[in-house]
């Protein structure tokens, strides 16, 4: 999962990274910490790059402009990334800014060193020349290795501050099971500052397979679950869910992911719009409905919510098995009562025909079909509600 | 470091397969099913006690004893996400040539590892998260629906499971079939990824033709592209590319299913794809038509 600023520089403080003074004020108005004396920097956290350039890294005077300036920052979304709160810290001035990351290297099944003495910038847009790149397997001896040798291509004044910052930032991607810890600018402070180097910035991007042996990124997940819905929803349900379109008219009960995500994107260009991704993982059932209970009440928060799309694509899983479930978890929940497609293929088919067919619910074999037929239930739901007003 | 051997698959129906993990729930009952597939499972390892035979395939302790007894050159192991590095090096220590790990969830710093592992045996690893490989009519190494194979000329590689198991099925639909099918898994640390397959693609004689299932998030398909664009490949590519609409910073479902920044975006998939020559379909339904026209049927 990707950690928010915030939360990436808690974490990495534990490891000795020093990180300036600051704060967090939630989204929901809440403020975790003080408020550090002036000048102060106003930081949205959101997911993804570009943060700087869209307008959300904002500099005030104290803390009550800091409140003002993170309050109309929090409540608008950042070049469409919701704000998920502003960090508050105390503004550094008169440092060199240095690029340090730690990056897995999926491809080699190693982990990249990069070092560049031109930080501060969009890492991509920094000339390969200006770039110093060593590569390590991930275990400490290597790492620490790399990172030196990473260190002292440098200018001769970075050296000691990026190879000390490096070294603490390989031990927390080796005890972290991170994939990325980046920190973009590294702010080298002249001689005679209190400290020699400190993290400006933080990215941190872990593993959520690697969450059950983490206890501090599991304890983070848990505390602040409304930052991390996702991978919170993921640790306690064991599946997958992202609300794609607060607005969207679709809820779709699918499993698999690339399936899921490929059905959004194909119901989007036809101009339909999806509420979620689920990848339910009907295998992980086992017989029991309370996944599907709580993701159907999950889809019941959908204000425009009017149909509900199955789409099970079964290897594993008996159909028949699945429909019982299924009508079970829709009994279970009935404030969410909107009409029911149902697309499945695989084994029991016949059995969840009958099943669901009981049940009121159209069953189709192709999914095509049940995309229409999607259409179909929207198109009457408008005549409802035309009635109703009328 | 080694160098990594080439990708090679010689998977028949003789071909002597044990199953680790096959007295658990899905062991016993996918060891059948790749049997009723044609697959020959010669041996099962469990470390539960007690268990000599699963519906007929005998169950050895470890690993050496079964590939010993059997000898088995090929493992699909059915075992919890922890015990997928210990269990994958026993393997490897006992002599098996091919490791398919369809088991989800295995934490990226021990698929590392087991990279290092197999690639230092000169073995082949398929996988994390994957629903396995098959070369349909011949045999079938993990879950995938029988409803979506039957022999063809096409080879699929994919990412995700379930939407290759829905491209399978309209292929077969349409009078196509698979040559050879690979899922390589959602993770983003993995066995085989899928520039590793574009050679072995290039000299398979029954490959007419490639289908590509990918997903936004890491940059495989851009290497992919930069295999094929660089060696001359000469048979036709389709690509499907799920996630074009996915938001980013949050992992959708796949581990490796995450962008940020630039990095693995659709975007960036469909212009290095595009460049090598490859057709990249919006559709399912366009990717299959896609391939019967270059296929001429």
């Known amino acids: ?390 | 470091m080694n160098p990594r051997p080439p990708f090679s698959l010689s998977v028949d129906r003789h071909t002597p397969v044990l199953v680790q993990g096959i007295t658990g729930r899905a062991g016993q009952r996918h060891a059948c099913m790749m049997r009723d597939a044609g697959t020959s499972i010669v041996a099962g390892v469990s470390g539960r006690a007690g268990a000599d035979a699963v519906d007929g395939i005998p169950v050895f302790a470890d690993c050496a004893s079964a590939v010993q007894a059997t000898g088995a050159v090929a493992s699909v192991l059915l075992v919890g996400a922890a015990q997928v590095l210990p269990a994958a090096t026993e393997a490897l220590a006992a002599g098996v040539r091919l490791l398919v790990t369809p088991t989800e969830g295995v934490p990226v710093h021990d698929a590392i590892e087991l990279r290092r592992r197999v690639d230092a045996a000169g073995a082949t690893w398929v996988g994390a998260s994957t629903p396995g490989l098959a070369i349909p009519g011949e045999a079938k190494l993990g879950f995938l629906p029988d409803v979506s194979l039957a022999p063809g000329p096409v080879a699929m590689a994919s990412k995700s499971g379930t939407l290759s198991y829905e491209a399978g099925f309209r292929l077969v639909q349409a009078g196509l079939g698979q040559s050879a099918w690979i899922g390589v898994g959602g993770d983003p640390v993995k066995g085989t990824r899928f520039a590793d397959l574009a050679p072995w693609f290039a000299r398979h004689g029954r490959t007419e033709a490639v289908l590509l299932v990918g997903e936004i998030g890491g940059d495989e398909e851009e290497a992919f592209a930069q295999a094929i664009g660089t060696s001359g490949f000469d048979k036709p590519v389709v690509a499907l590319i799920a996630g074009r609409t996915a938001p980013q910073g949050i992992s959708m479902g796949h581990a490796g299913a995450l962008t940020w920044g630039s990095v693995g975006t659709w975007e960036s998939k469909r212009a290095a794809l595009a460049a090598a020559g490859v057709q990249v379909c919006a559709t399912i339904d366009e990717a299959v038509k896609a391939l019967a026209q270059a296929l001429r049927r």
Not at chain 1, 133 to 146: K, S
Request: a negative charge; charged letters at 20%; proline letters at 5%.
């Open chain 1, 1 to 390: 999962m990707f950690l928010f600023e915030h939360d990436a520089k808690a974490l990495l403080a534990g490891f000795g990274v020093a990180v300036p003074e600051g704060c967090l004020l939630r989204a929901d108005g809440v403020l975790e910490g003080t408020i550090p004396g002036g000048p102060l920097i106003v930081k949205a956290q959101v997911a993804g790059g570009g943060r700087g350039k869209a307008g959300g890294i904002r500099r005030a005077a104290d803390a009550v402009e800091a409140l003002q300036v993170a309050g109309s920052l929090a409540a608008v979304p950042l070049a469409g990334a919701p704000v998920a709160g502003c960090r508050i810290e105390q503004a550094i001035v008169g440092a060199t800014e240095v690029y340090v990351s730690l990056a897995l290297d999926a491809g080699q099944a190693r982990v990249q060193v990069l070092m560049s003495d031109l930080g501060g910038v969009d890492i991509e847009s920094v000339a390969p020349a200006a770039l110093v790149r060593e590569c390590a397997e991930p275990e400490a001896v290597a790492l620490a290795a790399a990172v030196q040798r990473a260190a002292q291509r440098l200018a001769p004044g970075n050296r000691a501050a990026a190879a000390e910052a490096g070294t603490r930032l390989a031990a927390a991607f080796l005890a972290l099971d991170a994939q990325l810890v980046e920190v973009n600018p590294l702010f080298v402070l002249p001689e005679g500052a209190p400290t020699r180097w400190v993290a400006a910035d933080a990215k941190l991007v872990t593993d959520d397979n690697a969450l059950y042996r983490q206890p501090a990124l599991a304890a983070l997940v848990e505390q602040a679950a409304s930052r991390y819905p996702e991978a919170a929803r993921k640790w306690k349900h064991g599946c997958d869910y992202v609300v794609v379109d607060p607005g969207g008219e679709i809820a779709l009960l699918t499993t698999g992911a690339g399936l899921s995500m490929m059905l959004i994107d194909e119901l989007r260009a036809q101009g339909l719009r999806p509420y979620n991704f689920l990848d339910v993982r009907t295998g992980g059932l086992r017989g029991d409905p309370q996944r599907l209970v709580d993701v159907l009440g999950w889809m019941g928060e959908g204000r425009g919510v009017r149909v509900l799309l199955v789409n099970i694509f079964a290897g594993i899983t008996h159909l028949g098995e699945f429909s019982r479930l299924l009508v079970r978890a829709l009994d279970a929940v009935p404030a969410f009562r909107v009409p029911v497609v149902a697309r499945l293929a695989g084994p029991g088919f016949d059995e969840a025909v009958e099943v669901l067919g009981a049940r009121g619910v159209t069953v189709e074999r192709d999914l095509p079909r049940a995309i229409d037929a999607v259409r179909g239930a929207l198109a009457e739901g408008v005549t409802l509600s035309a009635e109703k007003t009328s």
